[in-house]
């Protein structure tokens, strides 16, 4: 069975840190891209971040160009996304989504091979 689980979400003040994780199983974790999407409370879900499998080629959005980096570690076949300088506008359910070799901005579970269940990330004072 195709597997994602995120972990690392919780509630934080602005300005704070926090670090996702997204471990992978049942298929080749080496061979995926994997992208990153959220979607805040009354909003259309947002792409992010994304890395290619050869983890050297990371895509942002503008909206967290510079404060967020995704990064992947092939041997524990886990992604991360490091968020720095959080805002209360990145409260958001935050979901990790795998596509075979192309890296991908989609928002839709349809547009990915495996897509996560979600972690929550809070935001606020």
């Known amino acids: 069975q195709l597997k994602l689980v995120e972990s690392g979400g919780g509630l934080v003040q602005p300005g704070r840190s926090l670090r996702l994780s997204c471990a992978t199983s049942g298929f080749t974790f080496s061979a995926y891209s994997y992208s990153w999407v959220r979607q805040a409370p009354g909003k259309g879900p947002e792409w992010f971040a994304a890395?290619?499998?050869?983890?050297?080629?990371?895509h942002y959005a503008e909206a967290v160009k510079g404060r967020f980096t995704i990064s992947r570690d092939n041997a524990r076949n886990t992604t991360y996304l490091q968020m720095n300088n959080l805002k209360p506008e990145d409260t958001a359910l935050y979901y990790c989504?795998?596509?075979?070799?192309?890296?991908?901005?989609?928002?839709?579970?349809?547009?990915?091979?495996?897509w996560g269940q979600g972690t929550q990330v809070t935001v606020s004072s």
């Open positions: 989504a795998a596509r075979r070799f192309w890296l991908v901005t989609g928002t839709t579970p349809g547009d990915y091979d495996v």
């Open positions: 890395i290619n499998p050869g983890g050297d080629r990371p």
